[in-house]
């Protein structure tokens, strides 16, 4: 069995709550289903692997386990407010050996200045932002398409 891993980061829990102007009104388990079954038609034979924490620590040690698991074949990561502070996120990503996809629900590009730069954008293939759940969607279709140069 091959592993796709999906970190969600710190107040990504609240979404459906929190904000609905800007991370809509869909709960993190509802889409949870949603992309459990857009993963069981366009990819099968692989499992979702998912986290979502308040816990900085347990973040990075999802990342470790994604680095360490030989059946991992990508991951999305939306490290929420991590994004932009967190070095340990940054540096957990870039150990992880395999294909990773920056998601985020809003458009962090058009909202505060210091959501503009992402400490984890570098160690990823990719960024999908602002298409709110959608946007995992589209990850998972990049990790499936995507062809290391």
Not at 19 to 34: C, F, H, I, K
Not at 69 to 97: E, Q, Y
Not at 102 to 117: C, D, G, I, Q
Request: glycine share 10%.
């Amino acid at each position: 069995m091959r592993n796709v891993y999906l970190l969600q980061g710190i107040n990504l829990i609240r979404v459906g709550k929190r904000e609905p102007v800007l991370y809509g009104n869909t709960s993190w388990p509802d889409a949870r289903l949603q992309l459990q079954h857009w993963l069981e038609l366009h990819w099968p034979g692989v499992s979702l692997v998912d986290c979502t924490t308040t816990s900085e620590q347990e973040a990075v040690e999802f990342l470790h386990r994604m680095a360490d698991d030989p059946h991992a074949v990508g991951g999305l990561i939306n490290p929420g407010a991590w994004t932009h502070t967190s070095l340990a996120m940054r540096d957990a990503a870039a150990g992880v050996g395999s294909p990773l996809v920056e998601v985020h629900l809003s458009h962090t590009y058009a909202r505060e200045s210091f959501r503009k730069s992402s400490l984890v954008a570098s160690e990823c293939v990719g960024t999908v932002s602002g298409f709110g759940w959608l946007g995992y969607t589209l990850g998972f279709q990049a990790l499936l398409a995507y062809q290391p140069a």
